[in-house]
């Protein structure tokens, strides 16, 4: 079986991690799983915002043909990184148990211990706008690549801190880089922390197997955040944070939407129904219609 992934090192940890489970499960041996390595456009443009150069569909899109065309059985993706919206042709079939969902700061162990006027490297609408809330005096500056590309820079210097995900740096063996940053000081993005597997609509036996190491709470959850996504029509160049957990059998949903200048917050939260997507993306659509129009302004680009 062959196995899609983009090459980058979280990237091929995360694919082991999905070859393991499978061959755990079936009593596989190594080489029944095959990893094709696909170089997407997200990973060859690295000077620019990845809202500014087309989106999450940068992630994806080489995966989604290399799928269409055969090349590989399935695709393992950062949930984080796969758009709301998806080709017809392909399913998400499977996502891994989810690690930690939290973000870290690393540079200081708290955001009130940096320095006054503090450079803060990021690429994320999300993390700028809630560094923001906290510290208004924070100068925003881009940050992209990938995670030892980011480390390297904040050693290098040209930040006094940088925010990444705990399951990142965890899955990379880096559990000790960094603080990590309460959920509510910082709520996460929409699918950080799940490990998902996509393959075709049509591709039953593919469909089956991959069901069969789903991790269901992890699955039910993060398609709640996504359906919140959808109902805000929400991009890569919005700020927006949202988690589900399970709680009592059914879904505890928190989302907030923020200003870029952190200022303005529109926040709610419900229980909702596990499979619920319409109660999600309710959610989603009243925080747009208890925003300001400026802040609404940036979900209409
Ligand atoms: N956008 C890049 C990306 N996609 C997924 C992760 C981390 C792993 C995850 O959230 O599952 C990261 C890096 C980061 O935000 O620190």
């Known amino acids: 079986m062959r196995l899609g992934t983009r090459g980058s090192p979280l990237a091929l940890a995360q694919a082991q991690m999905t070859a393991q489970a499978l061959r755990a499960r079936f009593g596989w041996p190594m080489e029944a799983i095959e990893t094709v390595v696909v170089q997407t456009s997200g990973d060859r443009i690295q000077d620019r915002a990845l809202a500014e150069i087309g989106g999450k569909a940068l992630w994806t899109k080489e995966l989604d043909r290399a799928l269409a065309e055969g090349e590989i059985d399935f695709a393992v993706h950062s949930m984080k990184d796969v758009e709301t919206i998806r080709p017809d042709a392909i399913r998400i079939a499977a996502m891994l148990p989810r690690a930690d969902v939290r973000d870290k700061l690393i540079g200081a162990e708290r955001f009130e211990a940096l ?175 208890r925003a300001s129009p400026a802040l609404r302004a940036l979900f209409e680009a």
Do not use: W, Y
Request: charged content about 25%; overall charge negative; some cysteine.
């Open 115 to 289: 320095p006054a006027d503090p450079v803060v490297g990021t690429s994320s609408p999300r993390r700028a706008a809630q560094v923001r809330r906290l510290r208004p005096d924070a100068r925003i500056i881009l940050f992209r690549g990938n995670v030892a590309t980011r480390l390297g820079k904040l050693e290098a210097g040209e930040a006094h801190a940088t925010l990444l995900a705990a399951a990142g740096l965890d899955r990379l063996g880096q559990s000790e880089v960094g603080a990590l940053v309460p959920l509510d000081v910082m709520l996460p993005a929409p699918s950080q922390g799940a490990v998902g597997i996509e393959t075709l609509g049509g591709h039953a036996r593919m469909l089956e197997l991959l069901g069969e190491i789903s991790d269901a709470g992890t699955f039910d959850c993060v398609m709640a955040e996504r359906a919140v996504l959808k109902g805000l029509g929400g991009t890569c160049h919005s700020p927006i944070a949202a988690l589900a957990v399970l709680e009592d059998g059914a879904i505890r949903l928190r989302a907030e939407i923020l200003s870029a200048d952190g200022q303005e917050t529109v926040a709610d939260e419900a229980r909702i129904a596990r499979g619920d997507a319409e109660a999600a993306e309710a959610l989603g659509r009243g925080l747009l219609e």
